[in-house]
Nanobody, 115 residues
Framework: QVQLVESGGGLVQAGGSLRLSCAAS????????MGWYRQAPGKQRELVAT???????NHADSVKGRFTISRDNAKNTVYLQMSSLKPDDTAVYYC?????????WGQGTQVTVSS
């Protein structure tokens, strides 16, 4: 089992920045990829960014150039640095960890961007 705990969400004005953190614990040796997803009201959950064990990253087109995913292996923590935030970025942001067999999810953290 893997446990994921997110933090760092909140209310920010358009153009502002936030950094989300996701601390992993448990069977972290089994994790292959970690990432961030988001779900806005009335919409499906969508991929924001992923990072593999070797540090390769992938960012959704909608956030490229504004968001950056990174990891600190010593702290078993993945970050999402969000800049130039827009009202359309308002959503619940979920941390995800993928092992060979399972998908693990955090509880989600709300990000609200006011115009």
């Amino acid at each position: 089992q893997v446990q994921l705990v997110e933090s760092g969400g909140g209310l920010v004005q358009a153009g502002g920045s936030l950094r989300l953190s996701c601390a992993a614990s448990g069977s972290i040796f089994s994790i292959k990829v970690m990432g961030w997803y988001r779900q806005a009201p009335g919409k499906q959950r969508e991929l924001v960014a992923t990072i593999t064990n070797d540090g390769s990253t992938n960012h959704a087109d909608s956030v490229k150039g504004r968001f950056t995913i990174s990891r600190d292996n010593a702290k078993n923590t993945v970050y999402l640095q969000m800049s130039s935030l827009k009202p359309d970025d308002t959503a619940v942001y979920y941390c995800n960890a993928k092992s060979k067999w399972f998908d693990y999810w955090g509880q989600g953290t709300q990000v609200t961007v006011s115009s």
